[in-house]
């Protein structure tokens, strides 16, 4: 669907059309999360629009301190969609952050370092514009519990799907039809439970402006996937954030939860978000060469090269959790073996089948929705942009099934591997963070990996865990 306005007029025209009551000013954090501060509208004029919203960056973690806290959101126009789930007709905006003391966007702020790869891939040389095309895979669950306290930790997740139900009571009978683990793919109704739920999803998100694909049930237990068109680097990681808050919302409203985390459930197959990417150059795919294997040009396997060759500092923005490496594991459709295939999901990057040159593109598998979409798309640009300008190369091809290599045929055939842990990609960004300096400042990347390693290694690690009772408690 797309843009609903363009410039402040057409925004004014839209907000009469629709009667709005609210401005709704939205921003991303370094962990990807959105915020928001809404206005009434009768209070927001083109003068507020144009010179941007001020807001206090000291309240927001890890941003300004609280003697240079005064910051400016600067919305953009061109976003602006309707929200469908206020009770008072509420226009949203999204906005980047600019920084008053430096008199430029804010160095830390995702979508503008998103912005600033942009420009610094078409100050290189390499191509005028870039196509993004995440799949994100996300949970419903109809019950969650969690809690965690100096002698106490757990978690517990129900649905109706899972085979740990099957000899719960329901109001209404037990029907028994479950997909069970791994058994989840593209089952019908009554095994897909989720039908009408997704249905309601794909069409709040095209009343958001997505161009909705498909919907299907995914491989896990309770698991599912809403295929939306892809889009350049900013529109396609806006649409990250809008379509994450539309599934939430949605299985909120209907009395579930959703949730995107990598590895909710043991045993069973986890979310990721896959992430298609391609650069173009004065209307040419510029990954596109036909008749090379499955129609990669060079620039597209440098480019490839330099996200493998930089996958443990690439790995802290694409996979930044501590329970992103839980899903990294082999057998789960989730490939940490760094290299190319095409058709072959066992492999990090898989080359989409029959593409010609409008569809021809490499598809990285090893990200997930923990990420920060501005941030994760930046990275694989700025690793893929220093791997052309090296002309790196991937190992590979490689057509055989690779989950069934044992570590020691890994090794002997010296395929490198993606980081087991968090604290291991965040010690690769301490020893490999230079490719990430024409975009990103000292300051933001040291800050990031600081915060990474308090607010999720130190932490998951200083607790014990209910395995860890289950395994040496009686020692």
């Known amino acids: 669907m797309g843009k609903f306005v363009n410039n402040i007029e057409e925004f004014n025209k839209y907000c009469e059309e629709n009667e709005v009551e609210f401005i709704d000013f939205r921003f991303t954090?370094?962990?990807?999360?959105?915020?928001?501060?809404?206005?009434?509208?009768?209070?927001?004029?083109?003068?507020?629009?144009?010179?941007?919203?001020?807001?206090?960056?000291?309240?927001?973690?890890?941003?300004?301190?609280?003697?240079?806290?005064?910051?400016?959101?600067k919305p953009e126009v061109g976003t602006a969609f309707m929200d469908p789930f206020t009770a008072d007709s509420t226009v949203i905006l999204i906005c980047d952050v600019y920084d008053i003391y430096k008199n430029d966007l804010y160095e830390r702020c995702p979508r503008s370092i998103a912005k600033k790869t942009l420009k610094y891939m078409e100050e290189s040389g390499v191509g005028d514009d870039a196509y993004f095309g995440p799949e994100n895979e996300f949970f419903i669950f109809d019950d969650v519990k969690i809690w965690s306290g100096i002698n106490q930790t757990g978690y517990r997740v129900e649905s109706e799907e899972g085979e740990w139900s099957a000899n719960t009571t329901y109001e209404y009978g037990n029907m028994g039809h479950r997909p069970g683990t791994k058994g989840g793919y593209f089952p019908t109704m009554p095994t897909d439970t989720m039908v009408d739920l997704r249905a309601e999803m794909m069409?709040?998100?095209?009343?958001?402006?997505?161009?909705?694909?498909?919907?299907?049930?995914?491989?896990?237990?309770?698991?599912?996937?809403?295929?939306?068109?892809?889009?350049?680097?900013?529109?396609?990681?806006?649409?990250?954030?809008?379509?994450?808050?539309?599934?939430?919302?949605?299985?909120?409203?209907?009395?579930?939860?959703?949730?995107?985390?990598?590895?909710?459930?043991?045993?069973?197959?986890?979310?990721?978000?896959?992430?298609?990417?391609?650069?173009?150059?004065d209307g040419k795919n510029m990954f596109y060469k036909e008749g090379e294997y499955a129609n990669l040009s060079e620039t597209a396997l440098q480019y490839l090269g330099g996200v493998f060759k930089h996958s443990g500092a690439v790995a802290s923005f694409t996979n930044p959790s501590t329970n992103s490496y839980k899903r990294l594991v082999p057998g789960f459709e989730a490939p940490s073996i760094l290299t190319y295939s095409s058709q072959n999901r066992s492999a990090a990057c898989r080359i989409p089948y029959g593409a010609g040159e409008m569809a021809t593109r490499i598809e990285t598998r090893f990200p997930d929705s923990t990420a920060c979409p501005y941030l994760c798309f930046a990275v694989l640009m700025l690793a893929g942009l220093d791997g052309i300008k090296n002309a790196d190369v991937p190992v590979g091809p490689m057509d055989i099934d690779l989950f069934e290599l044992t570590l020691d045929e890994i090794k002997e055939k010296n395929i490198p591997q993606m980081p087991r842990t968090l604290r291991e990609s965040l010690e690769g960004l301490r020893e490999d963070y230079e490719f990430l300096t024409p975009v990103m400042s000292l300051e933001f990347i040291n800050t990031y990996r600081t915060y990474m390693f308090e607010s999720q290694v130190h932490e998951d690690e200083?607790?014990?865990?209910?395995?860890?009772?289950?395994?040496?408690?009686?020692?």
């Open 29 to 73: 954090d370094i962990k990807g999360a959105w915020h928001h501060i809404s206005y009434r509208a009768s209070a927001v004029d083109e003068g507020m629009l144009d010179a941007g919203i001020p807001f206090d960056g000291s309240s927001i973690e890890n941003w300004q301190p609280i003697n240079k806290s005064d910051m400016i959101l």
């Open 203 to 281: 069409l709040l998100l095209e009343e958001v402006g997505l161009t909705v694909m498909l919907g299907h049930h995914e491989v896990a237990q309770a698991q599912g996937e809403i295929g939306i068109k892809f889009g350049n680097m900013i529109e396609a990681a806006d649409n990250v954030q809008k379509y994450k808050y539309v599934v939430k919302m949605v299985a909120h409203l209907n009395g579930k939860s959703a949730t995107f985390m990598p590895k909710p459930l043991y045993g069973d197959n986890g979310n990721g978000m896959h992430v298609h990417q391609s650069i173009w150059k």
């Open 462 to 475: 200083a607790r014990p865990t209910g395995f860890e009772f289950k395994t040496t408690y009686s020692c």
